[in-house]
């Protein structure tokens, strides 16, 4: 234990007084500050963090990133598939003693190497963990009930979902993969879009978006599901919506004579639906849509 130092044996002599000082003067009040209107709080930045993916779904990202960088890259697979056709049937061989049935056989598959062939690159896409999610979320609901489609059990469509963990979404595209176990033919499988009329698919995978993330789970029916999620941010998505609308009313025009004038925009996929309701002079009420 420390022992406390000895006192000093010296004879203490007593100090005079210190003398007061004067006090200072008051110092003079700083004027007050002028009122400022405080900057609205800005979007918090992206941050960038480690991807959380399984090896699967990073491969899925890897090719989407490859083919929209260099599209003729994935054109010699898209070649090798049209040699597994069966003569005279729309089936090819996609493993050994097994065929795939399909809607418009070879001509689909054609069509996608045309297109990647005349395509020109595109930037790559940017992962996101709160994108990708949103599609875990999907897939851990719908697969354990074999539920198929883009809807939720609550009604949520895809924009809802990523909305909800991302707040910066301008736009989003949902695609959805079922009975897949290799990246690459999931990724054509997209490209080909076969019996989809209006090539939603690969039309999401060439889309004008900034994020992208995507889940693999099993499904109760399919085997596996994979949800794969294109985002566009805020400000992006905003110019894109602008711009249909702006198309739209190019292409439709306005009726003569109209009054008053409301319009709804609803966004489904990679779908933007305008609709304009006019109230005529006479009263009557005629509503133009691009929505079937």
Known sequence: EEMPPPKSQKKEVSQPPPQSKPKPAPAAKAAP???????????????DEPMR????????FEWINRVRSDPASLVPHLEERLKKFVDGTKNFKSAPGVQQVTREGKDAVQEAIDFLNNHKPLSTLKWNNDIAQSGKEFVLEAGPIGKLGHQGEDGSEPQDRVKKLFPQMGAAAEGLKYYSND???????????????SRGNRRHVFGKWDYFGCYTGEHKTMESMTALLYVQSQEFGDNIIQEAIAAFEREMGEPAGWAKKSQKVSIQGSNIYITNTYIMGDGTTKVVTNKE
């Open 53 to 60: 993916a399984s090896p699967y779904d990073q491969q899925v």
């Open 33 to 47: 500050e002028p009122f400022r209107l405080k900057a609205a709080p800005a979007v918090p930045a992206i941050k």
């Open 183 to 197: 990246p690459l033919q999931l990724i054509l499988s997209q490209i080909i879009d076969d019996g989809v009329a």
